[in-house]
């Protein structure tokens, strides 16, 4: 049984930074991509980045490149997402999601397994 446990939201003002884990078990999770997703009240869950199973290759969504950095440890079993210089647009519930599969992906429909979300709220 596959199971992804997001940690590290808050509240933080903007500029600030948080990081992100989400830690992966019951399964090698060398045998996963990864994707962090948002929703924000009322919008539709948003693709922010994602990592192909070895950490070769990332994709960040526009609106965040430059500012957010995703990353895995295979061996700790453990996927991150550090967000630098974070602005109020960026409050939303953020979920980690598996997929078996190649390449890059932001669609919701691809992924196969969800965490249960961690709240992030950017406000002075």
């Known amino acids: 049984q596959v199971q992804l446990v997001e940690s590290g939201g808050g509240l933080v003002q903007p500029g600030g930074s948080l990081r992100l884990s989400c830690v992966f078990s019951?399964?090698?999770?060398?045998?996963?991509?990864i994707g962090w997703f948002r929703q924000a009240p009322g919008k539709e869950r948003e693709g922010v980045s994602c990592?192909?199973?070895?950490?070769?290759?990332?994709y960040y969504v526009d609106s965040v490149k430059g500012r957010f950095t995703i990353s895995r440890d295979n061996a700790k079993n453990r996927v991150y997402l550090q967000m630098n210089s974070l602005k109020p647009e960026d409050t939303a519930v953020y979920y980690c999601?598996?997929?078996?599969?190649?390449?890059?992906?932001?669609?919701?429909?691809?992924?196969?397994?969800w965490g249960q979300g961690t709240q992030v709220t950017v406000s002075s």
């Open positions: 999601a598996a997929r078996i599969g190649v390449g890059l992906t932001t669609r919701p429909n691809d992924y196969s397994y």
């Open positions: 019951g399964l090698p999770l060398a045998n996963y991509a």
């Open positions: 990592i192909t199973r070895g950490g070769g290759s990332t």
